[in-house]
């Protein structure tokens, strides 16, 4: 149990469907991201949220969409996704987004599959 | 943009054998963390390492800054099959905890 916890673990969606991912810290952090995990390729930081604020968009296809509702849970909201966009998504949490060196706790990960 | 090359990219070895991997850079961090990821998990971090020539250990694993804190390495003394799994690094540039440049990964797998 790392204290983030994602769902669902597994979706297979097609390029015109809608669909959102979700995340969920239980650890009272500030701070959340969004990353991206493929094959071959590193870890890619999507976004970055602190007390509900994004702070960071690394230049994110508009097809993907955060949202921070509260400092708690965090979600993905997908849509016209291309195949290339299949990989893993993890979503993670530290204390807060300023100080370096706070530990990264991530979420066990998504498995998007686009057909 | 930051780089960290980990090398080697993928390591098979027996169990009981030791073993050392790496990630080199270009850049200087302030400082440096490794993380295991297993098969259908998120990465879990091991360990922080900050001041050039650092040394840490957490029982079978020594994790080491370079002096000039950019590059690091791992090494695993008695490999068991538990060590299996990914093995990232990841480089601090900045002042925020998300200003984070990973490595690709070396895959280690520890046969029994």
């Known amino acids: 149990e790392t204290g983030v916890t994602q769902t669902p673990r597994h979706l297979v969606m097609g390029m015109t469907n809608k669909k959102s991912l979700k995340c969920e810290q239980h650890?009272?952090?500030?701070?959340m991201y969004w990353y991206k995990q493929s094959a071959k390729k590193p870890l890619e930081l999507m976004f970055v949220?602190?007390?509900?604020?994004?702070?960071e968009n690394n230049s994110v296809p508009s097809r993907f969409s955060p949202e921070c509702p509260n400092s708690s849970h965090l979600f993905l909201h997908l849509h016209t996704l291309q195949p290339e966009d299949s990989a893993l998504y993890l979503c993670?949490?530290?204390?807060?987004?300023?100080?370096?060196?706070?530990?990264?706790?991530f979420g066990e990960g998504s498995w998007l599959t686009v057909v | 943009t930051q780089l960290l090359e980990q090398s080697p990219q993928f390591l098979s070895i027996q169990e009981g054998e030791n073993l050392t991997v790496y990630c080199n850079s270009s850049?200087?961090?302030?400082?440096l963390q490794w993380y295991r990821q297993e098969p259908g998990e998120g990465p879990v971090l091991l360990v922080t390492?900050?001041?050039?020539?650092e040394v840490k250990k957490l029982k079978r694993l020594t994790f080491q800054f370079g002096d000039a804190r950019k590059d690091s390495s791992l090494h695993i003394t008695a490999a068991q099959p538990g060590d299996t799994g990914l093995y990232l690094c990841?480089?601090?540039?900045?002042?925020?905890?998300?200003?984070?440049?990973f490595g690709k990964g070396t895959k280690l797998s520890v046969i029994p």
């Open positions: 993670a949490s530290s204390q807060d987004s300023q100080t370096s060196g706070n530990t990264i706790y």
């Open positions: 390492v900050v001041t050039g020539g």
């Open positions: 850049s200087v961090f302030s400082s």
């Open positions: 949220y602190s007390l509900e604020e994004r702070v």
């Open positions: 650890l009272g952090h500030n701070a």
């Open positions: 990841a480089g601090a540039v900045g002042a925020g905890s998300y200003q984070l440049t």
